[in-house]
Nanobody
């Protein structure tokens, strides 16, 4: 059973950066997505990456600021977050799917994902 472990969250000032990591053995068999959920809001797709890393997708609110990447040798997927804003504050989850789908659909439909990590808190505040 795949177990995803997120790390890298924390408190950062507006305009700052954080890098999240999602690690698990066997990760290279899965497409991976980062999702976030703020209090009182629905879970939304932030960014998704295909199994081989050749396809990526970003939510409109993070395009140009966040970058997803994966290192299959290290079985880790990263989310580099730059120019952070207070509205980026949320719990960030990584999720995995083996479903045959596109990264666009994967990000748009969180329920497609089979396995979820425990989440890591990101707080952007001065």
């Amino acid at each position: 059973q795949l177990q995803l472990v997120e790390s890298g969250g924390g408190l950062v000032q507006p305009g700052g950066s954080l890098k999240l990591s999602c690690a698990a053995s066997g990760l290279d068999y899965y497409a991976i997505g980062w999702f976030r959920q703020a209090p009182g809001k629905e879970r939304e797709g932030v960014s998704c990456i295909s199994k081989g890393g050749g396809s990526t997708n970003y939510g409109d609110s993070v395009k140009g600021r966040f970058t997803i990447s994966r290192d299959n040798a290290k079985t880790t997927v990263y989310l580099q977050m730059n120019s952070l804003k207070p509205e980026d504050t949320a719990i960030y989850y990584c999720a995995a799917t083996r479903a045959i789908t596109t990264v666009q659909i994967m990000c748009a439909r969180p329920t497609l994902n089979d396995v979820w990590g425990q989440g890591t808190q990101v707080t952007v505040s001065s």
